[in-house]
């Protein structure tokens, strides 16, 4: 299937694409992990350039996500391993598969276009919808619980820290106030709520006035940054050595987390760059490849818009042992 029918069908655009199949150091017959499958937009391609037999392990915690990639990469038949997963449980995937070590690791982080644009989600502030945003839907909890239940302090946390809205107290405060009145129970409800707190002068520029406090929701509800930390940890151990680690974030305290957590695992290796296994003996899990994240280009951002938060962090695994 041609990348644009892929997109026509399937809503979502593989991002940096061709920045993440390079970083990957793809190989016939290695064994690749897309911590983050969704549709299968990248998978799909790691599958065409490790062929005949390379293999692509595909996780999601969303079962509707997962069924698209089933549907666009049942051409690949069995080399496509798909699994209803939180990336958390990698480790245990392994283990059950009986696979030791992997050449390459990839997590494209956030939402897939086709979570976003369907108002049955409730991750879109555009379309009025049930006030969920959980991406596993069997999930404890949804962005209606957070909403109606949390003191207006948690929320107004929650919008500061992953939302970066500067009107985040003044906004848990209408929210306090309107669910005195009544439930919370859609995105209209909520996004018409934002809009009335902010005051109008600050509202004339930049983006939707709701998106970040949804942004902040659905970070929350899906504990994202806490499931991306450990999971990068633990997943390491698993590459082999030369093996890549890529993480593609949307959200600069996504990419500030990926880049502590790549130092972190790197500290002590002094080796140059391309050597496929650590020689200097001092230590370090990974070497870090891009000392600054990589970006979209302009074409890509002019196609894509969703593209242009994007940042792309890739480390190498170096270091005498391995699981
Ligand atoms: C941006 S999309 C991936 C798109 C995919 N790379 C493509 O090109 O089609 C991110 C996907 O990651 C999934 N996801 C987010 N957090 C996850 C986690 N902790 N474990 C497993 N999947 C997760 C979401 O459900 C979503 O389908």
Redesign the pocket.
């Known amino acids: 299937m041609e990348d644009q029918e892929y997109t026509r069908q399937?809503g979502?655009r593989?991002?940096m694409l061709d920045e993440v199949l390079q970083a990957l150091n793809l190989k016939p017959g290695g064994v690749y992990v897309?911590?983050?499958?969704?549709?299968?937009?990248?998978?799909r391609e790691i599958l065409r350039l490790t062929a005949p037999d390379g293999v692509l392990i595909g996780?999601?915690?969303?079962p509707f996500?997962l069924r698209q990639a089933a549907a666009s990469l049942a051409e690949y038949g069995t080399r496509a391993m798909l699994l209803n997963?939180?990336?958390?449980n990698l480790p245990r995937v392994l283990e059950t598969l009986r696979i030791c070590a992997v050449d390459g690791l990839l997590y494209?982080?956030?939402?897939?276009s086709f979570?976003l644009d369907d108002p049955q989600r409730g991750f879109s502030y555009q379309a009025d919808g049930p006030l969920d945003m959980r991406?596993d839907p069997a999930g404890p909890v949804s962005a209606k619980d957070l909403v109606n239940e949390l003191s207006a302090e948690e929320l107004a946390d929650i919008f500061w820290r992953y939302g970066e809205e500067r009107w985040a107290k003044r906004i848990a405060t209408f929210i306090a106030a309107e669910r005195e009145r009544r439930h919370i129970e859609t995105t209209g409800q909520l996004a018409e709520i934002i809009k009335k707190a902010i005051p109008a002068r600050a509202r004339r520029s930049g983006p939707h006035p709701a998106r970040r406090c949804f942004q902040a929701l659905r970070i929350a509800v899906?504990r994202?940054l806490d499931?991306l930390a450990r999971?990068l940890k633990e997943a390491v151990p698993f590459l082999k050595l030369g093996g890549r680690i890529c993480v593609l974030s949307f959200h600069s305290l996504e990419d500030r987390l990926v880049k502590e957590t790549f130092r972190e695992m790197a500290v002590g290796c002094k080796c140059p760059p391309g050597l496929p296994a650590c020689v200097c003996g001092q230590g370090g899990s990974l070497r870090i490849i891009t000392r600054r994240p990589l970006v979209p280009s302009p074409e890509e951002i002019a196609r894509n818009p969703r593209a242009r938060s994007a940042r792309l962090r890739v480390a190498e695994k170096v270091g005498l042992t391995q699981v």
């Open positions: 399937y979502h593989p991002v897309d911590c983050t499958v969704g549709g299968g937009g990248h998978g996780l999601d915690r969303d996500a997963e939180n990336f958390l494209d982080l956030g939402v897939s979570q991406m899906n994202e499931a999971s």
